[in-house]
């Protein structure tokens, strides 16, 4: 089984993202049979979509966990549906600022993950990590990025499944040891 792990690079002039923090400890040498490879995807409308189905070509994995941070959040969220929409107030890395802008305008307005969302968030919360399902990853390039993985993988028939994960910001509540561990968790679990 083979595992494609994305982070982002930071944005919103923020010098870290939790999630590339995350992706960088996590031990991918751990996982027995499970191989996993990961890369860092831009933080841009424009770019990210691309760059996310070459990765998916060329990787060609049986699961794609997308990892991004989310600054409000307390918790660790397991994203449920990805929206055919993009806006934005304070623009991505390139300046881009999409004021209601749909994605792809042959497309369903919006893709369910294809994973069980509340078993994963449950096997989190059996460990300590709090975690909760969520029915909304924002309108910013994460669910732009997430859009695009659940419509290639749609639109080319591909048995590919995918989900994304948004993790708090780093603090002491929230230090890497602990996303780690809780991205180590949901690995284990999919290999069930
Ligand atoms: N979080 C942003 C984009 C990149 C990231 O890590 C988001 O929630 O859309």
């Known amino acids: 089984m083979r595992i494609l792990l994305t982070e982002f690079e930071p944005f ?19 996982f027995g049979d499970i191989e996993i490879v990961t890369d860092i995807l831009p933080v841009s409308f424009n ?5 996310l189905c070459r990765l998916i070509d060329e990787k060609d994995p049986d699961v794609v966990i997308m990892l991004g941070q989310s600054g409000l959040s307390h918790c660790i969220k397991i994203e449920r549906v990805a929206l055919n929409l993009m ?7 390139d300046g881009y ?3 209601e802008e749909t994605i792809c305008l042959d497309a ?6 294809q994973l069980p969302v509340k078993k994963l968030r449950d096997c989190l919360i059996q460990s300590g990590i709090p975690a909760k399902t969520s029915s909304s990853a ?9 859009f695009a993985a659940l419509h290639h993988i749609a639109s080319t028939g591909r048995r590919t499944k995918s989900v994304f994960i948004h993790l708090p910001k780093i603090s002491a509540e929230w230090p890497t ?3 780690k561990t809780a991205i180590e968790k949901v690995i284990t679990m999919l290999k069930l």
């Open 177 to 179: 040891e602990r996303m």
């Open 47 to 51: 770019r990210v979509g691309k760059a």
């Open 87 to 93: 806006d934005s107030v304070n623009g991505d890395n």
């Open 97 to 99: 600022t999409p004021d």
């Open 138 to 146: 924002g309108l910013y390039v994460c669910n732009r990025t997430y």
């Open 12 to 30: 919103g002039g923020d010098n870290i993202n939790s999630s590339q923090e995350t992706v960088r400890a996590v031990d991918c040498g751990e």
């Open 108 to 113: 369903p307005p919006a893709y369910f993950t």
